[in-house]
C-alpha cells in the first residue's frame, strides 16, 4: 500500500509538470500569435492610410491623417554640451581639474615670489648691518655664485680661508663687502682667535649707530666625488679618513666654534647638500653614501636639540641638478675645473644635463636668511623625484638599474677598444703593405 501511494503520488507530480510546460508553451504560442496579429495590422493600417491619401478623388475631409513629423533635435551649445560630458566623466574631471589647479598655484606663487624685491635691512645711512659666514671651499662655483649674489642684496660676507692662495682669490673679485676670514679648524688655538676677532666685530667696544647683526651661517659640506666608481673593499683607510675629516669633522667644528655666536643673535644655520645620488644609495659609491647619510643624521640630531639651545632656524638644503652654465658667476669656475679634469682624464666627455637656473637656489637661500624658509627645502632638477624614489622603490632596484647603465658602458668601452685595436692592425698591414711597394721598386 504505501509503494502504491507513493507510485500515484510521483505519477501526479509528474502530470503536474507536464501539464505547466503546456501552459508555457500555449501562453508563448498565443503571445507570439498576438504580436505578429498586432505587426501585420499596423502594416495594414498604415499601408491603406498611404494608398488612400496618395489618391486625388477622395475629399480631404476623408481621407486618413498622416503622421507628424518627427521633432527636430535641438541644437545644444557647448556649455550644454561640456555639462553633459562633464557628468558622464567625473573622474577624469576631478583629476583634470586637480592637475590644472595644482600647475596654476604653483606657477602664481613663483610670480609673486619673483616679483617680490629680496634686499638685506640697512641703516638709515646706507649701511650694510647683515653679516653672513659663507663656509665652503673659495674655489667652487657655488661658494662664488652665493658670495657675489649675497653681496649684490646687501650683505656683508665673510668666507672662512686656510691658505694664502683662497685669500687671494677672494681678494681678486674686487669686491669692498666679500672678506677672507683666517680660519683653521685643525688648530683650537687658531679657531679660538677667529671667534674673538668676529665677536669684537659685530660687538665693538664702542657701541656704534648701526650695530652689525650676524643673520646666517651657510655650511656648504662638499661630497666626496671620486673621479671612478669603486666598491668599499678598494677604498684605503686614509681615503676614510680624508672624507671625514674634509666633509664631515670641518663643518662639525666650524659650527660648534660659531654656536655661541648663532645663539646670541638668533641666527639661521643653511645645510647645503647633493643629494640627487646618495638619495638612491648606489653601490661602488661608498664615500658619497656614508657622509650624505652622516650630514642628515647630524641635521637631524641638531634639530631637535635647537629647541633647547635657542631660537634657532635650522634649514637642510637639498641639492639637485643645477645649471652651472647659465650662471656668469660660476661659469668661470666651471671652465676652469673642466679643464683641470681633462688634463688629468682622458676618458669619455659626460653626459650634460640641464639643471635649474642658480636664481631659485638664490631666492630661496635669502628666504632661509630672513626666516621665510624653515625645515627641509629643495632645490635643483631631481632633487625631490630622487628622494621620493629613494624612500618608496626597493632596495637592490637602483643597484640593478645602476648595474645595467655599468654593463652598457662597458660594452661601448669594449666596441671602442676592438675598433682602436682594428684601426691599428690595418694601419700596420698597410705600413707593411707600402713598405714591400718601396722595396719592390728600388
Avoid at 153 to 170: A, D, T
Avoid at 298 to 320: M, Q
Avoid at 387 to 397: A, E
Amino acid at each position: 500500500m504505501p509503494n502504491r501511494d507513493r507510485d500515484s503520488f510521483g505519477s501526479v507530480e509528474d502530470l503536474m509538470s507536464y501539464l505547466s510546460v503546456i501552459e508555457n508553451t500555449i501562453e508563448n504560442t498565443v503571445e507570439d500569435v498576438a504580436n505578429s496579429f498586432d505587426s501585420m495590422t499596423d502594416k495594414i493600417s498604415e499601408s491603406l492610410r498611404i494608398t488612400l491619401g496618395d489618391q486625388s478623388w477622395l475629399p480631404k475631409s476623408t481621407k486618413p491623417l498622416s503622421r507628424p513629423p518627427p521633432p527636430m533635435a535641438t541644437p545644444v551649445g557647448y556649455f550644454e554640451a561640456s555639462r553633459d560630458w562633464v557628468s558622464r566623466h567625473r573622474a577624469i574631471t576631478a583629476a583634470v581639474v586637480c592637475f590644472l589647479g595644482t600647475g596654476a598655484f604653483l606657477i602664481w606663487r613663483q610670480r609673486r615670489l619673483n616679483r617680490v624685491k629680496r634686499r638685506a635691512k640697512r641703516g638709515k645711512n646706507g649701511q650694510r648691518t647683515d653679516v653672513v659666514i659663507l663656509a665652503g671651499p673659495p674655489s667652487a662655483p657655488l661658494t662664488r655664485s652665493l658670495s657675489l649674489d649675497l653681496e649684490r642684496r646687501g650683505f656683508i660676507v665673510y668666507i672662512p680661508v686656510n691658505s694664502l692662495w683662497e685669500e687671494r682669490l677672494i681678494q681678486a673679485e674686487s669686491k669692498p663687502d666679500i672678506h677672507p676670514l683666517q680660519l683653521d679648524v685643525t688648530s683650537p688655538s687658531s679657531l679660538a682667535s677667529t671667534i674673538r676677532k668676529v665677536t669684537a666685530l659685530l660687538h665693538p667696544a664702542e657701541a656704534p649707530k648701526y650695530p652689525l647683526r650676524f643673520v646666517s651661517l651657510i655650511l656648504l659640506p662638499q661630497t666626496p666625488s671620486p673621479p671612478q666608481s669603486q666598491s668599499i673593499a678598494h677604498i684605503s683607510a686614509d681615503s676614510w679618513s680624508d672624507a671625514f675629516s674634509i666633509h664631515l669633522l670641518s663643518p662639525f667644528t666650524l659650527l660648534q666654534a660659531f654656536l655661541p655666536l648663532v645663539i646670541s643673535h638668533e641666527s639661521s644655520v643653511l645645510f647645503l647638500n647633493h643629494t640627487n645620488t646618495p638619495s638612491l644609495s648606489p653601490p661602488l659609491h661608498g664615500e658619497t653614501n656614508v657622509v650624505a647619510h652622516a650630514l642628515d643624521s647630524y641635521i637631524s640630531t641638531f634639530r631637535k636639540e635647537s629647541a633647547a639651545i635657542g631660537n634657532i632656524n635650522i634649514v637642510d638644503f637639498r641639492l639637485g641638478a643645477l645649471d652651472y652654465e647659465s650662471n656668469p658667476d660660476a661659469l668661470q669656475m666651471v671652465v676652469a675645473s673642466r679643464h683641470d679634469d681633462r688634463r688629468s682624464d682622458s676618458g669619455p666627455e659626460q653626459k650634460k644635463v640641464r639643471g635649474s637656473p642658480f636664481r631659485e637656489l638664490h631666492l630661496e637661500i635669502f628666504d632661509a636668511i630672513v626666516g621665510k624658509r624653515r625645515g627641509t627645502v629643495y632645490v635643483g632638477r631631481g632633487s625631490r623625484t630622487y628622494d621620493i624614489l629613494g624612500k618608496v622603490i626597493p632596495q637592490g632596484v637602483a643597484g640593478w638599474m645602476l648595474s645595467l647603465k655599468a654593463q652598457k658602458k662597458e660594452g661601448r668601452d669594449r666596441k671602442k677598444a676592438d675598433e682602436d685595436a682594428d684601426a691599428y692592425q690595418a694601419s700596420t698591414s698597410w705600413e707593411k703593405v707600402e713598405h714591400i711597394s718601396g722595396e719592390e721598386s728600388t
